[in-house]
Nanobody, 127 residues
Framework: QVHLVESGGGLVQAGGSLRLSCAASGRLFSSYTMGWFRQAPGKEREFAAAITWSGGATHYADSVKGRFTVSRDNAKSTVYLQMDSLKPEDTAVYSC????????????????????WGQGTQVTVSS
């Protein structure tokens, strides 16, 4: 099992930056594909970014591509989401998720494919 804890959320003005962290405890963190998802009030959870176990492949939603960067440090059992040029529409609760496997880009984008989830961290972007 993997226990995930996010941090780094907060209030930022449009155009600003935040870096979210997701610290994992448990075995075999380096074996897990890690995803970042977000959910705004009244909306469904949506995919933001994902990174494979080695960091060799990353995926982004079109809405964040070019502004967000996902990375991981397996030695620290931590995955990061660097968010730049933030927009008010990025306001949401951001959660990280972990799953072993997920061999294709398609499944890595699906929240239903992930077993382990953090509690989420609030990101609010003011205009």
């Amino acid at each position: 099992q993997v226990h995930l804890v996010e941090s780094g959320g907060g209030l930022v003005q449009a155009g600003g930056s935040l870096r979210l962290s997701c610290a994992a405890s448990g075995r075999l963190f380096s074996s897990y594909t890690m995803g970042w998802f977000r959910q705004a009030p009244g909306k469904e959870r949506e995919f933001a970014a994902a990174i494979t176990w080695s960091g060799g492949a990353t995926h982004y939603a079109d809405s964040v591509k070019g502004r967000f960067t996902v990375s991981r440090d397996n030695a620290k059992s931590t995955v990061y989401l660097q968010m730049d040029s933030l927009k008010p529409e990025d306001t949401a609760v951001y959660s990280c998720a972990a799953q072993i496997g997920l061999a294709s880009a398609y499944v890595r984008r699906s929240p239903n494919r992930y077993t382990y989830w953090g509690q989420g961290t609030q990101v609010t972007v003011s205009s």
